[in-house]
């Protein structure tokens, strides 16, 4: 009997990986898959509020969208996406589809990642994809350390500019994404706190 082995771009295992974990997000970052457990409450709700608070700030009405799970194509590597929980991107972003649900890096003005139980890639390995791909502005929720970071102005695989905020504190997005907006870290560590 003959044995036909059929080998995959670790696209196509990515792919296979999806359909076979609903509810987990795979992305290929570096060229390896990463595979995240579905996101609990808190997590959800954190995301629902922020799009709240985008909306009351007039971030529509400035030629933004804020989207949950938009895949950015980071050009990182052949394979290479990621699936940030929240993004703020131009209102055209449509016309820079690049492949499998995939944007542009160009059109995010802002990622944003609550971190769960593989906190390490938030924090290390998707501030240098990000920050390769040139993703202006990257807030990280780091409910492993109860703090919310904010890393700017990316250079190579890094962002210059790193501020950390405490319980108690709003972070203030950057003038240059687009629109004024305050977000409260407690809502971004443990969602809406109802």
């Known amino acids: 009997m003959a044995v036909i082995l059929n080998e995959m771009t670790i696209g196509e295992a990515a ?3 999806s359909e076979a974990l609903p509810g987990h997000r795979v992305e290929v970052l570096k060229g390896s898959i990463v595979v995240t457990p579905p996101p609990d409450g808190p997590h959800q709700e954190a995301l629902d509020e922020i799009a709240y608070l985008f909306r009351q700030a007039g971030g529509r009405d400035a030629g933004l969208k804020s989207l949950q799970g938009i895949g950015v194509w980071l050009g990182t590597g052949p394979d290479d996406y990621a699936e ?3 993004a703020i991107v131009d209102a055209d972003y449509k016309d820079a589809l690049v492949t499998k649900n995939c944007y542009a890096p160009n059109v995010f003005r802002l ?7 593989n906190w390490g890639n938030d924090l290390v390995t998707k501030a240098e994809t990000y920050a390769e791909a040139g993703i202006p502005v ?6 492993k350390h109860g703090e919310v970071l904010v890393l700017t102005d990316p250079v190579g695989d890094s962002y210059r500019t790193r501020s950390r905020y405490e319980r108690g504190q709003n972070v203030v997005v950057p003038q240059s994404v687009g ?3 305050k977000l409260p870290v ?9």
């Open 138 to 143: 990257y807030v990280v929720a780091d409910r």
């Open 111 to 117: 990622v944003l990642e609550v971190t769960s139980s």
């Open 84 to 86: 940030p929980d929240w």
């Open 15 to 17: 792919d296979r990986l």
């Open 179 to 181: 629109v004024s907006l």
């Open 186 to 194: 407690d809502v971004l560590l443990d969602g809406d706190g109802d």
